[in-house]
């Protein structure tokens, strides 16, 4: 059996990355209405008759851009970033990477909103590792010319855009540009400070054809492990082992004994929802990984030590006493404390992993409560008729002892003394 749970896993974790290696490109997703009717969008068109634009993967930003090549061998590229930035304080990144889609490495264009300034101040920065923990973020030159930057707060239709003329060197791929973009809401004078760490910020990069506007969407590919991770979770830890539960409580004596069928049913419960939900967290394992610089430190927790106490349990069916056994009682003890506190763990982390989805979640609760649901009611039905056989019984029990006779055994002494030898009679009452 364990085995079979050790190459199940393998199995699972081998389809989700090939998912990802087979996954097609992305192909434009034309930008919609609103960015298209900027003065700033408007502006760059009129320059140009074959200028791109699509919607952005997460924080509803949109892209345009243009490009041709230089005398020099060189790429002069025309970008136009937005995103509906409504308040008074916040910034807005755009970058790329010649190395990897990634924020570290990356030469980035940020503009920078603050109350009461009449023009949005805007200026290139590199963004390395020493930003990421946490040290002061100041503009800095970057290894092209970037000229033209401007920032177009456009409050009619409620864009926040930056627009700029960058000239590549031959190092730049146009083909497999990495560009990455970031939305900010808090900064300190003209410093841009920590953005939101939501999943949305995390998925915020690509690899963009700049001729075709295909693109090869780093986002995408982890939404799609996370839903893969989150079924896996679902159902294994969430459905499958409260299953298993479930019977071990009302299949083993009250209200229905199964025996010894119910520990066959609770067996394969539990032992193919640990696979299962090892599968998924193995995955997000891999997830955590891949977004080192952003860790969701309580949900990975509380994975951790779902996955022990589950591994506990699974090892449990191996060294279980037998009935005749002094250890059994605690063996009992150790078993369904474990058991009844993953019930109250595995919910608390699958609603933090669902709340991780925002805004996209709303699907994912809705389905996780109605599992929910379906468990309590099944619950809620086996604990009445169980409290129902047992008053039952006890009521039947209690009505047949008082309508049986009763002996009642008299010792008497003809001398009112007990003595040896004395005689006794025994008389039967009927009630």
């Not at 939305?183 to 003209?190: F, K």
């Not at 309590?376 to 009445?384: D, F, K, R, S, T």
């Amino acid at each position: 059996m364990q085995s079979f749970a050790l190459n199940t896993i393998f199995i699972l974790i081998s389809l989700s990355h090939l998912s990802i290696v087979v996954s097609s490109s992305k192909p434009l997703n034309p930008c919609n209405g609103d960015f298209l009717h900027t003065q700033a969008y408007r502006q760059m068109q009129n320059q140009t008759n074959t200028t791109h634009c699509k919607k952005l993967s997460s924080l509803q930003a949109q892209f345009a851009w243009n490009y041709h090549k230089t005398s020099h061998n060189q790429t002069q590229l025309n970008i136009l970033i937005g995103t509906k930035l409504i308040t008074n304080m916040g910034w807005l990144a755009w970058g790329i990477n010649p190395d990897l889609p990634r924020m570290v490495g990356t030469r980035a264009i940020i503009a920078v909103k603050v109350p009461n300034q009449i023009t949005p101040s805007v200026n290139t920065y590199n963004i390395t590792k020493d930003i990421q923990l946490g040290c002061k973020f100041q503009p800095s030159g970057i290894d092209f010319m970037v000229q033209n930057m401007t920032v177009v707060d456009d409050k009619d239709v409620g864009f926040f855009s930056v627009f700029a003329t960058l000239v590549l060197p031959q190092r730049y791929n146009v083909s497999s540009l990495n560009h990455v973009w970031q939305v900010g809401y808090c900064v300190d004078g003209l410093e841009p400070k920590m953005h939101e760490t939501s999943l949305g910020n995390l998925d915020s990069k690509e690899v963009l054809d700049l001729e075709t506007g295909d693109c090869q969407n780093i986002g995408q590919h982890r939404r799609h492990m996370r839903k893969i991770h989150g079924i896996l979770n679902i159902i294994g830890w969430g459905t499958l082992m409260p299953l298993g539960v479930i019977v071990a409580r009302y299949f083993k004596q009250f209200p229905i004994k199964l025996d010894p069928c119910w520990y066959y049913f609770h067996y394969c419960c539990q032992v193919v929802g640990y696979i299962l939900g090892t599968a998924g967290w193995g995955l997000g394992l891999f997830l955590g990984h891949e977004s080192k610089y952003y860790t969701f430190h309580s949900h990975r927790v509380l994975g951790i030590c779902i996955f022990g106490f589950t591994t506990l349990q699974i090892l449990a069916f191996q060294f279980k006493p037998t009935q005749e056994d002094e250890y059994r009682k605690h063996w009992n003890v150790y078993h369904h404390f474990l058991g009844y506190a993953l019930l109250v763990m595995i919910p608390v982390n699958i609603y933090k992993g669902i709340k991780l989805l925002k805004p996209n979640n709303i699907t994912w609760k809705w389905t996780y409560n109605g599992i929910l649901v379906l468990l309590g009611v099944v619950v809620l039905a086996l604990e009445i008729v169980t409290w129902a056989i047992f008053l039952y019984k006890k009521c039947c029990k209690k009505t047949v002892e008082e309508s049986s006779p009763r002996r009642v055994e008299i010792e008497e002494d003809n001398k009112g003394q007990t003595k040896e030898g004395s005689s006794s009679r025994t008389i039967e009452v009927q009630e």
